[in-house]
């Protein structure tokens, strides 16, 4: 049996697999397709049915002729969401502007086995690519309210019809929105790698069953990874690793309720410390990396007015000199002098008066994935000891820009981009620097 | 011939062009005296019923669907003695024949239409639809996009217009007249006493037209038929209206009427869609539009086909599914006419045998009369570089001799050239070397026909589709008193394993039908098979 | 009379010179046993501190900030510590050795009584060490996690963890070393247990509300979430 091209056949089902009998049976039943979309899902009854509904109209109206699967690998939901899945349909295809579809749509939905979580649903969803042959694959959060069935074109082309392995998405954010991808994640990996990826933990995407079948083939699942992590480490492999790259506009990204809870220190450990395991495994590539490029981008970006985020200025502040103080011992072991003078100095200004530099923002993050690096202390207490600062800087940067349009604010993250690529060189000093010494 | 009524149910039709199967005058065109010479062979194949096109004088500007006069014989087919002849020979082996009655219309070389047209005052002017202006029946469509440009046409003797869904030489008759009526009743009887088993009316939804309407499908068409049916049953028992209505199944329904009306009605939509099914690798069409398929009167039947001498129709479909029907199956532009794809079934199938196999074997199983085109048993060819639907309706391969054993003629003397590529042609698809082989396509059909015949539940049984998880392969039952017969096929070109449900029949063993090999016993848990690419089974489930 | 003294003395002098006699080799293998034992302490230095920098004690030591606090101490870093530690232990083992080498009883008896207790004090000092990373670890640990949870007092709550750890260590070590038993027992019991009743006092009445909140967390997650996302929505701009 010929496998995909470079990829050998049947060479990367696991050992200890998380697909049931279930789940195999169903995929049995549907044989090989062109394109299977996943909606890994938990306890998401409240979005799930209109989350179906916009994909089978998507996978109708512009891959008509193309088999198609739709599969939801479900944690162990409590609440009926994959019998909602199940059973979500589409009336009447008129009103939608498309015909009945010519194809029998496919619908697959069964528990994984494995600790729940979507690190353990991408797998199963990789595996039911590998073996269902899938040329284009796409990923779809079950709690996107602003999901319409363009999405699907618009992950799913770039791949089926141009040929690339890996569709990032692009939203239309609101003002401050996802600060942590925008002034942290995504900067250094464009500094570093070379790849100008705005959204870098989904959760929608695209990529190619080739694509799958190499991410099934490597060790990462075997580790105690999270999910976040997962999505770092997928998109930095990606670029690695030598895959075509594009980026996707989808709209604006709305939400239900925060599955993966907005617990911004948890948040900022989990994916600033899977950006630093990443830069350590990555670190012959990144480090004779050029300049970053910036990656096509399809579709059509359009703005819509979404409401803007409240949040509270005073509370902020405080907050933040609370916890730097507090944490000085810790920093000590982590940020050069200099770096903790000035942060210092910055604890010590009024609110009005508050400014964390983008040069000391940027040499901050380094100087933390230098001594992650070097394991300066355990690297969890490390992680631990960024969220203040990012609170911090998340401060600066919307106090003084609270009045900016969202086209400003993309042009300040722009210029924090550049200065990120500017003090690479100091990244790569502070990166073998000796322990002790030079602090 | 054994009597029943019904025969129709348990026929397997068998339709010709008398002038493409066997020409034993020598003049290039085949014709009755050569058709009767050939019954042997239909009768070896095990065909029931063979439906000729039509045969009677006309001018010939459409295949002889315009016709001049409706009781002759064109001369060019021989004359009424050797039909006479030709019928008596069909019925001593069996065979019965249905004969097309062009009711809708006439050629504009018919008696009718000259007395009709010569002025307005002529008695037979009302035999016709004429109109000063074009402007009445705005809502009729076009029928023959690629030729017509209106359904009115000018006629320079009597000045006027008058009504032509069809050609513009072939002006339709006026049912609302009642003379017209008794003249086509008097037609038909004219065949009936003959000898003629069946009549195939064409065209038949076309029959009446008023205004602010489509002009198909109506109310007063049905009363028509109703009329000339009643005739039938008063006067001739037994014989068979078969009707040719290209729409919806819940419309052709109509023309069954409740038992009233026509015995038989072509099922068109279904066709198309056993394309699409085979293209897609997926059951769904099939599936779709058999649910959609209404009950009929018990006394009624479908007739079903995969191939006939007109264009594969693609009316009965959406855009979406002719796009790709195009896309597939008619890459070359001239495959593409009217509305449809003018090509035979193995070309459609790309020669492959195995796929011709399993349309066959799903035609012959399904509900309805399957109606077999001359030349698909030994899988002819097709010429799309010839007008019209010509291409389809070449002479037939007799062998690899002179004129592929046609006809004894010159070639160029031949009514139509004969299909001679490497792949079709005569010399490598003929019925005497398939004759010859218990493996040829024709030895499987033959095989596969009586089978169907000994089959009464496949002809008169109920059906009911299974659903195996696997879309790739469809399944069904069909059932008449105690028979039961499954009918499992895989649409792809590759190995699929289905799990059937079948624990209602639980207890009975499955007997496949060609090689009588005794299956598992049907238990509780899912009934597994594995079928090959484009396999099929028919098993008869036979409880001990 | 001067020859009876000069007799005396001669007698004297001679039982002098002969004890001497006979105590002078003693001295001299207890003077070879010093410096024999001053060398082996070197080499067992050199290799402890070989092994220990192979099980990367520093680094260790410096992850959980061991090494800040000695540092502010005064104190060398780890490794320099523990093998200067080693040096002394051993030098100090050939010592009592080299003095037991001279033979009096009472000496031997107490030397003797020393190495027997020797191997519990390396295991005391073991723990202790042990007791102190561990401290170090989780204080830090409470340390972060008190700061990311935004409590007030969490320096306090650092502290505390460590205070416990300490607490904790030094009673197994005493323990290990069989001193007070009994009294370090009961001291560590009743210290122990004021703490946590003092605790449950001032979570249960002192923060009462809290209290009320967490329990509704656990088991009305419902109104509980509503509001803890009410309280986040004012506060914090989402991160993804």
Known sequence: MAGREGVPAGSQLPEASTISEEFLRQLTAVGEVDILVGVPTFNNRDTIERVVSALQVGLTKYFQRERCVLINPDGGSTDGTPEIFKNASVRD??????????????????????????????????????????????????????????????????????????????????????????????????????????????????????????????????????????????????????????????????????????????????????????????????????????????????????????????????????????????????????????????????????????????KTIYEFAAAHHRSVINRDHLLQALPPLYRGWVSSFVFRNQKADAANIDQKLEALGHDFENLKSYLIDRWSAEAGGER | MATDALWYKDAVIYELHVRAFYDADGDGVGEFRGLTLKLEYLQELGVSAIWLLPFYPSPLRDDGYDISDYTGIHPAYGTIDDFRMFLDEAHRRNIRVITELVLNHTSDQHPWFQEARSSRDNPRRDWYVWSDTIERYKKARIIFTDTELSNWAWDPVSKSYYWHRFFSHQPDLNYDNPVVREAIWGVMKFWFEMGVDGLRLDAVPYLVEREDTACENLPETHDVLKFLRSRVDAHFPGKMLLAEANQWPREVREYFGDGDECQMAFHFPLMPRMFMAIKLEDRKPIVDILQQTPDIPGNCQWGIFLRNHDELTLEMVTDEERDYMYDEFAREMRAKINVGIRRRLAPLMEGDRRRIELMNGLLMSMPGSPIIYYGDEIGMGDNIYLGDRNGVRTPMQWNGGWNAGFSGADPEQLYSPIISNPVYGYQAVNAESQRRYDHSLLSWMKRLIGLRKKTRALGRGTMELLAPPNHHVIAYMRALGGERILVVGNLSSQAQAAELDLRQWKGSIPIEMSGGNLFPPIGDLPYLLTLGSYEFYWFRLRRL | MKGVVLQNLNQTLGRFYGMLLQFLPHVLAMLIIFLAGWVVAIIVKIIARRLMALARVNSLSEGTGLTQILKKADLPAPLDLLSQLVFWVVWVAFLLLGLDALNVTELHVQISRLFQVLPEIFVALIILFLGLLAANFFSRAALLAAVNANLPSARVVSGFVRFLIILLTIAMALEQLALARRTVLITFTIAFGAIMLSLAIAFGVGGRNVAQAMLERMFLPTRAKKEEEEKEKAEEIPPL
Request: proline fraction near 7%; charged fraction near 25%.
């Open chain 1, 93 to 362: 295809f008129g009103l939608l502007l498309t015909s009945n579809p010519l194809r029998t749509f496919h619908r697959v939905s069964a528990p994984y086995h494995g600790i729940p979580g979507k690190e353990t649903a991408l797998r199963t969803l990789f595996t039911a690519a590998d073996l269902l042959r899938a040329k284009a694959c796409a990923i779809v959060s079950p709690d996107s309210l602003s999901i319409t069935p363009e999405w699907v074109d618009s992950l799913i082309r770039p791949i089926y019809r141009e040929n690339f392995d890996f569709v990032a998405p692009v939203y239309q954010r609101r003002k401050f929105d996802g600060l942590l991808v925008r002034g942290l994640v995504s900067p250094v990996v464009a500094a570093l790698y070379g790849c100008k990826i705005r959204e870098l933990v989904g959760p929608d995407w695209g990529l190619s069953g080739r694509l799958a079948c190499h991410f099934l083939g490597k060790d990462v699942w075997e580790e105690d990874i999270t999910t976040f992590g997962l999505e770092v480490w997928m998109t930095t492999t990606a670029i690695v690793d030598g895959f075509r790259i594009c980026e996707s506009f989808l709209g604006p990204k709305i939400q239900a309720a925060k599955q993966y809870g907005q617990d911004v220190a948890g948040t900022v450990r989990q994916v600033v410390g899977a950006l630093f395991r990443c830069l350590d495994t990555h670190e012959e590539f990144w480090k004779t990396r050029g300049a970053p490029e910036a990656l096509p981008l399809y579709g059509f970006p359009y703005d819509v007015a979404l409401e803007p985020i409240p949040f509270s200025k005073r509370g902020i502040m405080d907050t933040f000199r609370a916890q730097v103080d507090q944490l000085m011992p810790i920093l000590e072991s982590i940020l050069t002098p200099q770096t903790l003078v000035e942060i210092r100095n910055m604890e010590r200004l009024s609110t009005r008066e508050f400014d964390y530099p983008s040069e000391l923002w940027v």
